[in-house]
């Protein structure tokens, strides 16, 4: 389909579509980090991966999504990748199945999809820009964030003797908590920010609280 004629995804769209798909894939319960190939076995849409050699160095890319004959998609992997660096862009590639299903039918070949990637990086944005969210929720889950947060604050917290700076907490608990969920700094900082924990991290701070306020 073109992609123009994609519907839109608001974020509290987004968000309740990873909730679906999270609970679809962990039935008995979501923790931390989050399997995403596991994920990717459980799309009614998806047929698995497949590994191939220099992807990056051909494409400019770490995954990207081929449709199959039968209508299905599977994910084209780099090899070379640790599966942690591609685990992003694995999420990204399954927020593109969940959310715009159409959108790479007719990709039967790695040069098909990363054309058509090319076409929606340079004039189709807004869906990027989903795929990316729908990635960020589903491997930073706001279903655990929140109370992960809560306790790791009171833990940095008992650890200070002294006036408490907001830019060494904020640090800490991003770089120990992208470690807990396997993403990196970046992408937990960005999580952070669109659940806005980051200013009622601030907020908690400025008013001297040992504790994080969500109201």
Known sequence: MEPSHIETNTNADIERSVVK???????????????????????????GFIFLTDIQAKFDTIAVLRNKSNGNFEIVVDDGICWGRASFSIAHEIGHVV??????????????SIELSKRIKNSYQRLEREANYFAGAILIPRMTIFEDVQKLYKGILQGYAGDIKWEEVSTMLCSTLATRYRVSVQTMEIRLNQLSIDRRLHESINVNLDFISWQ
């Open 21 to 47: 798909t999270l609970r679809e894939s962990f039935p008995r319960g979501i923790e931390p980090p989050i399997d995403i190939d596991l994920v990717a076995e459980k799309q009614p849409l998806m047929d």
């Open 99 to 112: 959310l715009h299903p159409q959108l790479y039918m007719g990709c039967d070949t790695i040069e098909d």
